[in-house]
């Protein structure tokens, strides 16, 4: 399919906001004159995003509930392969984010037109289907995601439960509390941060997450370092051995393992709209890739912290949640700390990934259906402390569909390594590798068989290979875990 003939099959596109008459029609249509100072070149509200909002932005999508899995990760790779992959997955994703950040405007990375989200940069780049592949694969990327996060926000609140139970009720009463009320209370606070109108407000949320992420990974890199300290310094080269698990288990486990890392360092499905919300001048592509390098690299450090401490304190038998392989004894208030310092951070992690997913879908509809009252009419509302806001009866409808939806799918399938290592392996090829590198090389025009376009090929398909390899892993393990499982009444 060529590029001219995508304009009307892919209704699912955003149109373009690049002419001076749209610009117009967009400043009119919200009341304001062409020389306000409110307002970006496009005619969009002006961005105030700086290097710190981005790489809280940043941090906050990436240490995430995949930290608390690295050590049970480094269990099934061992000390040799378990390090070399975190550091591995780190320079791509560093190096992929950098091509990606240049994508974010089209023909010049500092005066060409604004692409608004991930899908119009693949769009401008690329067309044809691989706009479809790419909208379909990261908004349901986003959405596997929030799921996640409501299971692993459960988790912990399970957990602190758990603990409290243990310590008022004795060590042999039996605390073993659901997770689906927690689900429930999660769904509700989601339900009313839904309602933020746009992704540029949350900067407050993301900073305060960012702190929280900081917080319980600390604690459990601490709590693993003192493990250590005490003389239990467990592992081998290679990992759980065969003989401890089967054969087959361990290549299962070793490709879920996979899986497990890859999600701990996604979040190019997002990176184009934490880049829409960063001020210029400076260029925005500038401001990214110093926010990556930033982000990414303290992720990278805190990762491989607290997996290889992780997998130092517990040796092959450690968790598939870090902060759960210590007990519920002492210091039972400081892990309890932190299990609640993730579930506030995954509060925030989840809104910034799911806003470009709202923002997509009603821009979409604003423009199929341009003369609907229920999509476009607003409700001035007061609200003390807060101010004036513009209440919309299909954003309200639509964002508490989307959450009721996460949360009865996380009740459903509450498996936190397995939904884990699918979303990583979902992700990682097509978003993190595969679209950045096409875009850099049409937009670079990199002709075939020369010997960068061969590197950046060989790096697509090893990564398309893993990523395979991953969810086959995770799957086999949500088949195991589903023949024990009953809805709504197994505890996790």
């Excluded at 009307?8 to 149109?15: A, F, K, Q």
């Excluded at 119009?120 to 044809?128: D, E, S």
């Excluded at 690299?297 to 290889?308: H, I, M, N």
Aim: glycine letters at 8%; a positive charge; aromatic letters at 14%.
């Amino acid at each position: 399919m060529d590029r001219e003939g995508t304009q009307t099959s892919l209704e699912l596109e955003l149109p373009s906001r690049n002419h001076a008459s749209d610009i117009e029609d967009h400043r009119r249509h919200n009341g304001h004159s062409l020389d306000s100072e409110k307002f970006d070149d496009d005619g969009r509200p002006r961005r105030t995003g700086t290097l710190w909002t981005a790489s809280a932005h940043i941090i906050t999508a990436v240490i995430g509930s995949g930290v608390l899995s690295l050590a049970w990760s480094m269990a099934q790779l061992g000390w040799i392969a378990g390090p070399a992959v975190l550091i591995a997955f780190s320079f791509i994703t560093l190096y992929t984010s950098a091509l990606l950040a240049d994508c974010y405007r089209s023909l010049d990375p500092v005066n060409g037109k604004r692409n608004y989200n991930y899908m119009a940069a693949v769009k401008a780049n690329l067309g044809g289907l691989q706009t479809w592949l790419c909208g379909f694969t990261q908004y349901s990327n986003l959405y596997g995601t929030a799921i996640g996060y409501t299971i692993t926000a459960s988790t912990s609140m399970a957990a602190i439960n758990r603990s409290d139970c243990f310590h008022s009720k004795g060590k042999n009463y039996p605390c073993h509390p659901s997770n689906n009320p927690f689900m429930i209370m999660f769904g509700i606070v989601q339900l009313i941060l839904s309602q933020i109108p746009d992704f540029d407000q949350l900067w407050w949320l993301s900073i305060v997450a960012a702190v929280m992420s900081f917080s319980y990974s600390s604690i459990g890199l601490g709590l693993s370092i003192g493990k250590v300290a005490e003389g239990n310094f467990h592992g081998t080269l290679t990992g759980v051995t065969v003989g401890t698990i089967t054969g087959a288990q361990k290549v299962w486990q070793t490709f879920q393992a996979l899986g497990d890392i890859a999600f701990a360092y996604s979040y190019s499905m997002i990176l184009i709209e934490i880049q829409d919300t960063l001020r210029s001048p400076p260029a925005e592509n500038k401001t990214m890739k110093k926010a990556t390098v930033l982000g990414v690299s303290v992720t990278t450090l805190f990762y491989t912290l607290s997996g290889c401490f992780g997998y130092a304190a517990f040796g092959n038998s450690a968790p598939g949640n870090l902060l759960t392989g210590f007990g519920f004894y002492n210091p039972f208030w400081l892990v309890d700390f932190a299990n609640a310092c993730v579930v506030v951070h995954l509060v925030g992690a989840y809104q910034v990934f799911v806003q470009p997913l709202f923002a997509f879908i009603e821009e979409w509809c604003s423009h199929k259906w341009p003369r609907s009252q229920f999509i476009h009419k607003s409700y001035n509302i007061n609200i003390p402390g807060y101010g004036l806001y513009k209440a919309n009866l299909f954003r309200l409808v639509w964002r508490t569909c989307f959450v009721i939806s996460t949360t009865l799918i996380s009740m459903l399938l509450p498996f936190f390594n397995d939904v884990v290592g699918i979303l990583g392996a979902v992700g990682f090829w097509p978003l993190t590798v595969y679209f950045p590198v096409e875009m850099y090389i049409a937009q670079k025009k990199i002709r075939r068989f020369t010997t960068k376009w061969m590197l950046l090929q060989t790096l697509s398909v090893v990564s398309f290979i893993v990523s395979l390899a991953a969810a086959a892993g995770s799957i086999e393990g949500i088949i195991q875990d589903l023949k024990s499982y009953k809805p709504f009444r197994t505890t996790y």
